[in-house]
């Protein structure tokens, strides 16, 4: 199974992780950033984009796909999984924001782009989720006051 020069699937795991940190940040404006350390922030950041950008282009891929069917299998049952997850932890995140729901909802996304990344053997989104998952748990930590 191999992919064109997008990923529509990853693009669509990507746009359903979005939707709901898009309402999220727009009904929770006044929400601050605690993370005092800007450099983690800064990692964060730059992993999460690139992650985003990477999980549905194929930037320096030779070969957009997978090596089995088994691997396309645990690639699209994963991600379901995963996303599926996130979305179930994020609902009852809005109804009682605890530091666990906060770290699953830091964790999850994470998995995604890296579940991606190892099994699409797309090495700069693996590597890119690398850095935003060591950001994003760290910054969680600290909004949550659990580091």
Same mark, same amino acid.
């Given at each position: ?67 089995? /069917?088994?691997? *396309?299998? +645990?690639?699209?049952?994963?991600? #379901? @999984? !995963?996303?599926?997850?996130? =979305?179930?932890? $994020? ?15 830091? /964790?999850?996304? *994470?998995? +995604?782009?890296?579940?991606?990344? #190892? @099994? !699409?053997?797309?090495?700069? =989104?693996?590597? $890119? ?19």
């Amino acid at each position: 199974m191999k992919f064109g020069l997008i990923n529509l699937f990853g693009a669509a795991v990507v746009a359903v992780m979005l939707i709901p940190n898009i309402v999220y940040a727009v009904c929770n404006r006044e929400e601050k950033n605690l993370c005092g350390n800007k450099v983690m922030r800064v990692l964060e950041q730059i992993g999460r984009y690139a992650c985003v950008i990477l999980m549905w282009l194929p930037l320096l891929v030779r070969e957009f796909g997978f090596g089995s /069917v088994a691997e *396309a299998l +645990v690639y699209t049952v994963g991600n #379901v @999984l !995963l996303l599926s997850a996130y =979305l179930i932890v $994020f609902i009852k995140y809005l109804k009682k924001r605890t530091a666990r729901r906060a770290m699953a909802l830091a /964790v999850l996304p *994470a998995c +995604v782009f890296l579940l991606s990344g #190892v @099994l !699409l053997r797309h090495w700069l =989104l693996a590597g $890119f989720a690398v850095l935003f998952t060591v950001g994003h748990i760290y910054v969680t930590k600290k909004n949550t006051g659990a580091g």
